[in-house]
C-alpha cells in the first residue's frame, strides 16, 4: 500500500497554508459508484476539486485524453487550439499486488461479493527518476481537467479502453456534468469530427465485462502461471485463455491417440499422350511407396521410450545397397521426386489417381488387393472420354480480423503475435510520413469483425473509378460484403484507413 506522504513542517505551519480549509477536501476520497470497487488508499492529490474549471475570463479548452503519445501528437493534427490531448500510457491503476486481510487472492474479496481493490503506482521501482509513475500523469491530467470546459476520455473502442476511461474518471473525481466518453475506430479528420459531435458516456456494462476478465486473470492466471514456474520452466505464463487452449490441444491429443490405423493404398498412373515422344520406363523396386505407421502395436509400445521415428516414404530414404557411389547413381538415374514421394511428372505427361474401380470407389485394403488391379490394368490402354472445363471465380479475402491478421503475418513473414501486435498499433496511431507528418494508416486492430465503413468504401470506390490505371472495369458492381461471426463486435475491421492517396503501398 502507498504510503502518504506528509507534508514538510515549514509548509504546514505556514499561515497561508493553515487559511485554506478548501484543502483538506482533495484528500477526501468520495465513495466509488460502483459497492464492487474500492481503493488501496483514500488520499487522491491529483483528484479535481468539486466546483473547479475554466478561470473567469480565461481561454477555455476541451481536454482530450487518450492513451498513448503516439495517438495524442496524431489526434493534434487535426483539432485545432480549443483542445488540449494528453496521454494516459495505458491503465492509470491496477488491482493491487499486495495481500490484506480478508482477501484470498491480493486485491480481491471473493467471499465478499468479489470486491476489487485497485491501487495507483507511485513509486519508481526500476529506480528511473525519468520513467514517470501512474501517479506522476493522473497529477498532470488532474491540473489540466481542473482547468478545461470538457473532459473528452477517448481511450480504445475496447472493453480495456471502457475501464482505462472509467479508472480516470474515477480517480480524477471528474464532474459526470462536463466528463464525456468518445469513440472512434480510425484517428482520420472525418472519425475524430464524428466522435466529437456525439459524445457518450462511459458504458458500466462492458466495464464490467473487463473487471471480470481482469480478475480471473488474478484468479486463475497467477497460481497457474506459478505452477508452470516450479513444475515446467520458469517464464511460463497461462490464464483464462491459455488453460482453455491446453484443454483443447490435450482433448485432440487424446482422440488421436484412440484413433484406430486403417491400412489402405492408392494408385496412381503416370500418362502422355500419344505421339508426344516420352518415354519413361516404371522401376518395379521404386513402384510402390509405403508409408510407416505411427506406433501402434507391441512392439511400438515396448519401445516408447525411444525416439519415434517420422513418417516417412521408404522412396525417400537413403538405399542400403553397397556402395554409396552406387546409391548415388541410381539416385541421379531416378526421376525427381515431389514431396509425397511420387516421382516428378516429366515434361508433357501427367498425373491421374485411381477414383472408380468395378463402378464404385476403390477400397484397397491391402498390397496383394492394390496388386490386383495393377496387374488388371497393365495392358489396358487410357483413353479421355470427357474432358470438363469450368471457370472460377477467384473473390478478394475477407478483411483482417485480430486473428486473421496474426495467422497472416505469421504464415507469411513469421512474425511472433506480440511483433505483429506492435506493428498494427503503431499503424493505428500514426506514423511519419514523408510531408503529412504524423499519420495513422489503419482503423482499431482488436476486433473480430469484417465490416467496412462506409465512408471509406465510397472513398476507395471512387478512387478506383477515377484512377487512370485502373477505371471503371476494375470497379465492381456493388461492394463485396462479408459476414461476421454471431459473436463478433461490430466495429470496424482492420483496414486502410488514410485516403487512398496517402496509402499507396500500404496494406492492412
Avoid at 527518476?129 to 491530467?141: A, K, M, N, P, W
Avoid at 468518445?182 to 458516456?201: C, H, S, V, W, Y
Avoid at 480471473?216 to 502461471?225: A, I, T, Y
Amino acid at each position: 500500500m502507498p504510503t502518504p506522504r506528509k507534508k514538510p513542517a515549514s509548509k504546514s505551519s505556514s499561515p497561508a497554508k493553515a487559511a485554506k480549509p478548501p484543502a483538506a477536501k482533495r484528500k477526501a476520497a468520495p465513495k466509488a459508484a460502483s459497492t464492487a470497487v474500492e481503493r488501496d488508499t483514500a488520499r487522491r492529490p491529483w483528484a479535481v476539486v468539486p466546483g473547479d474549471g475554466p478561470p473567469p475570463g480565461g481561454k477555455t479548452f476541451d481536454l482530450v485524453i487518450v492513451e498513448s503519445p503516439a495517438k495524442a501528437k496524431t489526434i493534434n493534427k487535426y483539432l485545432g487550439g480549443g483542445y488540449k490531448v494528453l496521454a494516459s500510457y495505458g491503465h492509470v491503476r491496477d488491482l493491487s499486488s499486495r495481500k490484506q486481510k480478508g482477501e484470498e487472492v491480493a486485491g480481491i474479496r471473493i467471499a465478499d461479493g468479489w470486491k476489487l481493490r485497485y491501487a495507483v503506482d507511485e513509486k519508481q521501482d526500476d529506480g528511473d527518476r525519468r520513467r514517470r509513475t501512474s501517479g506522476d500523469i493522473l497529477s498532470e491530467l488532474g491540473r489540466e481537467a481542473s482547468r478545461a470546459n470538457r473532459v473528452l476520455l477517448a481511450s480504445d473502442p475496447d472493453r480495456e479502453g471502457e475501464a482505462i476511461a472509467r479508472d480516470i474518471a474515477d480517480e480524477l473525481n471528474l464532474d459526470p456534468n462536463r466528463t464525456y466518453r468518445i469513440r472512434f475506430n480510425e484517428i482520420t479528420k472525418g472519425a475524430i469530427q464524428q466522435a466529437l459531435a456525439q459524445p457518450d458516456q462511459i458504458n458500466a456494462e462492458r466495464v464490467a465485462a473487463q473487471e471480470a476478465r481482469r480478475a480471473m486473470d488474478r484468479v486463475v492466471g497467477f497460481p497457474l502461471s506459478n505452477l508452470l514456474g516450479k513444475k515446467v520452466a520458469g517464464g511460463l505464463s497461462a490464464g483464462r485463455v491459455q488453460s482453455v487452449a491446453v484443454k483443447l490441444i490435450v482433448d485432440r491429443e487424446r482422440e488421436i491417440e484412440a484413433f484406430v490405423t486403417d491400412e489402405y493404398w492408392k494408385i496412381t498412373a503416370l500418362l502422355a499422350t500419344q505421339g508426344s515422344g516420352v518415354a519413361w520406363t516404371a522401376d518395379p523396386k521404386l513402384s510402390k511407396i509405403f508409408a510407416k505407421k505411427k506406433p501402434g502395436d507391441e512392439k511400438a509400445k515396448a519401445a516408447a521410450d525411444e525416439p519415434e521415428e517420422p513418417v516417412e516414404d521408404t522412396e525417400d530414404a537413403e538405399p542400403e545397397a553397397e556402395g554409396e557411389a552406387a546409391a548415388q547413381a541410381d539416385a541421379a538415374a531416378a526421376p525427381a521426386r515431389t514431396g509425397g514421394g511420387l516421382p516428378k511428372p516429366p515434361a508433357g505427361t501427367f498425373m491421374a489417381e485411381l477414383v472408380r474401380w468395378d463402378n464404385a470407389d476403390p477400397k484397397l485394403a491391402n498390397e496383394s488387393a492394390a496388386d490386383a488391379v495393377v496387374a488388371a490394368l497393365k495392358d489396358v490402354p487410357f483413353v479421355v472420354t470427357k474432358v470438363e472445363q469450368k471457370d472460377r471465380q477467384d473473390r478478394p479475402h475477407a478483411p483482417f480480423t485480430t486473428s486473421t491478421l496474426q495467422q497472416q503475418a505469421f504464415l507469411r513473414l513469421r512474425m511472433s503475435t506480440s511483433r505483429t501486435m506492435s506493428a498494427a498499433q503503431a499503424l493505428y496511431q500514426g506514423v511519419e510520413l514523408s510531408g503529412l507528418g504524423q499519420t495513422a494508416l489503419i482503423t482499431y486492430m482488436r476486433t473480430d469483425s469484417t465490416r467496412i465503413s462506409p465512408d471509406a468504401l465510397n472513398t476507395v470506390r471512387t478512387f478506383i473509378h477515377d484512377s487512370p490505371a485502373l477505371g471503371p472495369s476494375y470497379l465492381p458492381a456493388k461492394p463485396n460484403v462479408y459476414a461476421s461471426g454471431k459473436s463478433a463486435q461490430e466495429r470496424s475491421a482492420p483496414r486502410i484507413s488514410a485516403s487512398p492517396a496517402t496509402s499507396t503501398g500500404c496494406t492492412s
